[in-house]
């Protein structure tokens, strides 16, 4: 059935798209398009006006305009023979008239300020570009370090929850990229939202099909954080699975197995990361295998290691490796070299805390504080927010007498990293050396409150605290903080060992020997593995099954070649030998021949087993 055609008056409007209201909009306009005349022909049939043929504009402006007013006038019987033609794709119902298409022009520079947000996201689209989501991440990461080095707490607090509701959107419109996922979790771990940051991370790799590695990673790191090693584990392979040249996930893995004391386990992930990344080296685990070389006493080991790792491209601009390596020669003594590898980890990376401290304690140790004091400037001018160098300088001013210039360093300290709670504990310290109890014990508090939950290291603060209530006679509150201290961080031997030595001042032996033995039980002694060694075929990289096979067969020919330098004669007796021979037989003369032809056949004979043994 052929469906109803519908009058000319009621969808002239709606086909044509410019209605009465919109010729003057289109006058104005100047389309630069003109309907050809065969399409026109098709559309009328024989019932085109013949003036409309005939007619021919004399500017295009002008014939523009004649056009638009014609279209206007002749809107009944035009769109009557396209409704005509509509019929036939089977709609019967008018169309609605599309929007009339706005020049750019028109657009103000607010209107199109507002029609994007502050993070590069295009309002009103269901599904905007991937440089979109480049931008945004871009843009939130640089405001993300631009909060993390701002002075003031209430201008970090903002840009962070602006990076928050900026990656938050980046997720709700490319839930499948993992990028939004892995960097809303660092910000969330950083603000110690750790259950978040969990629930955040399994989203993610449900959202992604568990193909991302980056997520699984950061899931694994926030496991291992939180003291969940099987989990932390079962994490990491699933990393490695997902993707085998994920550095970080090796690397990971590796430091993990060797906080829980497996060295050798850390050892063959560190060789296999740097196997699978041969195209691609990552430095950092050059740097951990060559540290746990060194930790092992394998310092050439560690050498090579290190020297392998600069000769890439990352390694020699990875200021971690040039400093670490610095470090172990410093631990050796070899004071040629330490120099000259922290300069080289700062031409890597200038602004490298890490090297500027490291570089300025070891200045100190070796008496040239001045310039100790220029690395200790220059580290802080370009870490503002980064406490320890400030509190390594002000110990050193401390120990140099200037108690105002240490208290200045240790007060702006604190201010621009309120969180660090080595910072309070170091001033505690030093106010308690003044002999000023109350201040000190408002710092010590200060630093307990700043630490975070399940840190160990706040048992440092407790241990100084108890030593200034155990000089100022309050015994009974110095216990309970000396408890407090092991409680924190049950490996402590110095808060076991001057809790003890308290108990026996006081008279306690018996108290004293049970917490000496408590400390005995506690403490952690590395023991290198037997025939430790970090090579790839001591890790069994480069043979994998058949590794035990080799090893095995280099034990053979050593057994050999041990067993055949034994029973080989040195190079002097042999030559020895061979004088006694020509000597015998050119004294005798022709009357003692056929004695040097007895001779020199026993000495043929005796060389000839180590001639063979050599060819063989």
């Known amino acids: 059935m052929r469906p109803a055609v519908l009058p000319c008056d009621a969808c002239a409007p709606s086909c044509s798209g410019r209605g009465s209201a919109t010729v003057g909009f289109e006058r104005g306009l100047a389309w630069p398009r003109r309907t050809p005349r065969r399409v026109l022909a098709s559309m009328y049939g024989d019932q085109q006006p013949a003036q409309q043929q005939r007619a021919a504009p004399a500017t295009p402006l002008a014939g523009q305009a004649a056009a638009a007013a014609g279209r206007g006038g002749a809107g009944p019987t035009r769109t009557g023979a396209l409704s005509g033609a509509m019929s036939y794709s ?6 609605e008239a ?6 750019r022009s028109l657009l103000t520079a607010a209107e199109g300020q507002a029609a994007r947000d502050s993070d590069g996201l295009v309002q009103q689209r269901q599904r905007p570009l991937k440089i979109n989501l480049d931008l945004a991440l871009y843009r939130a990461r640089q405001k993300r370090i631009i909060a993390n080095s701002s002075r003031h707490q209430h201008d970090r607090s903002r840009m962070m929850r602006e990076v928050e509701d900026s990656l938050r959107r980046c997720m709700e419109v490319f839930p499948e990229d993992g990028r939004p996922y892995v960097s809303l979790g660092k910000l969330l771990v950083q603000q110690r939202r750790y259950n978040e940051a969990l629930a955040l991370y399994e989203e993610g790799c449900t959202a992604t099909g568990g193909t991302n590695a980056h997520i699984w990673a950061a899931w694994a790191y926030l496991a291992a954080k939180l003291n969940n090693v099987g989990l932390a584990r079962r994490l990491y392979d699933a990393a490695i699975v997902a993707n085998p040249q994920h550095a970080a996930a090796w690397h990971g893995w590796g430091l993990l197995e060797k906080e829980q004391g497996n060295y050798l386990r850390a050892r063959d992930l560190w060789v296999k990361g740097i196997q699978a990344l041969r195209r691609s080296p990552n430095a950092y685990l050059y740097q ?4 746990l070389a060194a930790e092992m006493d394998c310092v050439e080991e560690a050498r090579k290691w290190f020297k392998e790792g600069t000769r890439t491209i990352m390694g020699r601009a990875s200021h971690a490796l040039w400093q670490a390596w610095a470090l172990m020669e410093q631990k050796q003594g070899d004071r040629t070299l330490v120099r000259p590898l922290f300069r080289r980890g700062l031409e890597a990376s200038p602004r490298s805390r890490y090297t500027h401290l490291a570089w300025a304690l070891w200045e100190k140790e070796e008496g040239n504080l001045e310039e100790a004091r220029r690395l200790f400037k220059q580290g802080a ?5 980064d406490a320890a160098i400030l509190q390594a300088w002000a110990l050193l001013e401390e120990e140099q007498g200037c108690i105002d210039e240490a208290r200045r360093l240790l007060r702006w300290g604190s201010k621009v990293d309120p969180s ?5 504990q170091a001033w505690g310290c030093m106010e308690y050396r003044q002999g000023k109890y109350d201040t000190a014990r408002e710092l010590f508090q200060q630093g307990i409150w700043a630490a975070p939950p399940r840190e160990k290291s706040v048992s440092l603060v407790f ?10 006679g309050n015994h009974s509150l110095a216990r309970e903080l000396f408890k407090c201290a092991v409680k ?7 808060s076991w060992l001057v809790w003890a030595q308290m108990e026996e001042d006081l008279g306690f032996y018996q108290r004293a020997l049970e917490l000496r033995s408590y400390s005995m039980q506690e403490r952690v002694e590395v023991v290198k593995p037997a025939n430790f060694s970090t090579s790839v075929a001591a890790a069994g990289g480069s043979a994998g099954l058949l590794a035990p096979i080799f090893t095995q067969i280099a034990s053979w020919f050593q057994r050999y070649e041990a067993e055949s330098g034994k029973d080989e004669p040195e190079l002097p007796e042999m030559l020895t030998l061979l004088d006694e021979v020509e000597g015998s037989s050119g004294s005798n003369g022709s009357s003692g021949s056929s004695k040097a032809e007895g001779s020199a056949p026993e000495a043929a004979r005796e060389l000839q087993p180590a001639a063979a043994r050599s060819a063989r």
């Open 488 to 494: 924190a961080d049950p490996k402590s031997e110095p």
């Open 90 to 95: 089977g709609s019967t119902e008018a169309p």
């Open 98 to 103: 599309p929007p009339a298409k706005q020049p």
């Open 288 to 291: 951990s295998l060559a540290v």
């Open 463 to 472: 241990q100084a605290w108890a030593m200034l209530e155990r000089d100022a």
């Open 381 to 385: 001018e370009l870490n503002p927010r």
């Open 420 to 424: 660090h709670l080595y910072i309070w």
